[in-house]
């Protein structure tokens, strides 16, 4: 039996606002003896109108470059942590770190490295206040240098290290290139280092700390006080995430993914919540709600196309998608009649090229009619327990006739896990709403 049962914590900024949130952080690490290795973000906003670290710390790489007085800049961030280390009443050195970086800034450090800061220092302090080793992301992340994660140095680099650090705090959003300069990932980044944290050193679970209890079967602007979901899949997820529901970084999922860890979504302001856990199967001991998420994302068009005897003449939907294709848009959906074919796409994406591309599939497959239409929205109802149930799509769309919105067309993925309609725009909340009320008594 495995006996030392490792979790992964990270903590976004949100949980490290402030020396409040810092205790709150602590607390959380010393209640549970196998949260031992620690990602920390930059602090973030304590306030609505309040600054995060890495904001300001953008604004001193453009003070930088714009040759204003970066200074002030760096100053405003370092009160912002000696609030944090006062206020922890720890006992942290800040003019070293701080030195140090202006000292950078002098010989040309690049954004990047900057921005990496709020990270680093916060990372130097959680390590101060919990007694725990500090590791540098530089010394175990890499990255290629085409900018990508390069996946295979660091596992074999970090796993090393950290069997040499049995408790360690390892800043997020940040590894180091080949030649050690510091290169960051996109913006939210630092759930990416937890998740390859976590892959390093073969976690039983990777918890990430957050503001909110977990993810939520819908948009609570749109529902109100609409349930947390426990349990969800890889699979529904990335659904979930693909209509606009997000609160993990998209690719802090491949690495515990293939190591087949489970994500757990905590609160850091309600730590007892048991917030919703990612995996990657749900066999049958998971039980499963009918439906697990409902997202909506507006923005849509729909091409119809029709032609008597499409269905015989084959390469007609080859030649349609070509079109598309030579105008570098992807299409979202494709869903088709015998002798009509939609082609939805995102209406920014086709932009000022509608005509061009209208033109060309009326030369390349002469249809009878061809018509765009603009203003959908799509609503993803997702859901593995949708599989096991009779009448699912029965309720779905009774429940939106109920509320007198015309669906536009339908579109089941092949995989039973989702079932996407497409309505106006303006009646998108409606949908939305209309679902979620049919569905919610069934949610446990
Ligand atoms: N601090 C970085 C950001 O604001 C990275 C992160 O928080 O994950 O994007």
Not at 90 to 104: G, N, Q, S
Not at 283 to 295: E, F, L, Q
Not at 342 to 352: F, K, M, P, Q, Y
């Amino acid at each position: 039996m495995k006996t030392d049962y490792i979790k992964v914590v990270k903590f976004g900024g949100s949980s490290l606002a402030d020396a409040a949130q810092f205790k709150k952080v602590i607390q959380i690490i010393r209640d549970d003896e196998s949260r031992r290795y620690v990602v920390p973000s930059a602090p973030g906003k304590r306030f609505s109108g309040d600054f995060k670290v890495t904001d300001k710390l953008y604004e001193c790489y453009n003070a930088v470059v714009t040759e204003k007085n970066w200074m002030n800049v760096l100053n405003v961030i370092k009160e912002r942590y000696a609030e944090i280390v006062d206020g922890l009443g720890i006992d942290f050195d800040l003019e070293t770190p701080f030195d140090e970086i202006a000292k950078h800034i002098e010989s040309g450090a690049g954004s990047d490295y900057i921005a990496s800061r709020g990270e680093y220092l916060n990372a130097l302090i959680l390590a101060a206040a919990l007694g725990y080793d500090f590791i540098d992301a530089a010394d175990v992340l890499f990255f290629e240098d085409s900018g990508m994660l390069d996946a295979y140095k660091t596992q074999k680099v970090m796993s090393t290290v950290l069997k040499l650090h049995p408790r360690a705090v390892i800043p997020g959003f940040y590894g180091s290139l080949s030649d050690g300069t510091i290169k960051t990932f996109s913006r939210g980044g630092s759930d990416v280092s937890g998740s390859v944290v976590a892959r390093a050193c073969n976690a039983d679970l990777y918890e990430n700390w957050t503001d909110v209890s977990g993810f939520l079967v819908a948009d609570p602007r749109i529902v109100d006080s609409p349930k947390t979901i426990d349990v969800i899949t890889y699979h529904e997820l990335r659904e979930l995430s693909y209509m606009g529901a997000n609160v993990l970084h998209e690719d802090s999922i491949f690495p515990v993914r293939m190591a087949g860890i489970p994500i757990n979504i905590r609160n850091t302001n309600k730590p007892s919540d048991k917030g919703t856990m990612i995996i990657a199967h749900a066999d049958s001991s998971v039980s499963a709600n009918i439906i697990t998420g409902i997202a909506g994302k507006g923005g849509f068009s729909v091409l119809t196309i029709e032609k008597d005897m499409m269905n015989s003449q084959v390469g007609f939907g080859r030649k349609v998608l070509q079109v598309f294709e030579k105008y570098s848009i992807s299409f979202e959906h494709l869903p088709s009649g015998i002798d009509s074919m939609g082609v939805i796409v995102s209406t920014a994406a086709l932009d000022r090229k509608r005509d061009v591309i209208i033109n060309e599939i009326c030369r390349s497959v002469e249809p009878d009619s061809i018509q765009l239409e603009e203003g959908l929205a799509l609503v993803a109802v997702v859901g593995r327990g949708m599989v096991n149930a009779c009448g699912t799509a029965a309720r779905i769309f009774s429940a939106i006739a109920e509320v007198g919105v015309n669906v536009r067309m339908i579109d089941q993925g092949s995989s039973e896990y989702n079932i996407i309609v497409s309505v106006a725009e303006k009646d998108m909340n409606k949908t939305i709403r209309a679902i979620y009320e049919e569905f919610s008594r069934d949610l446990s």
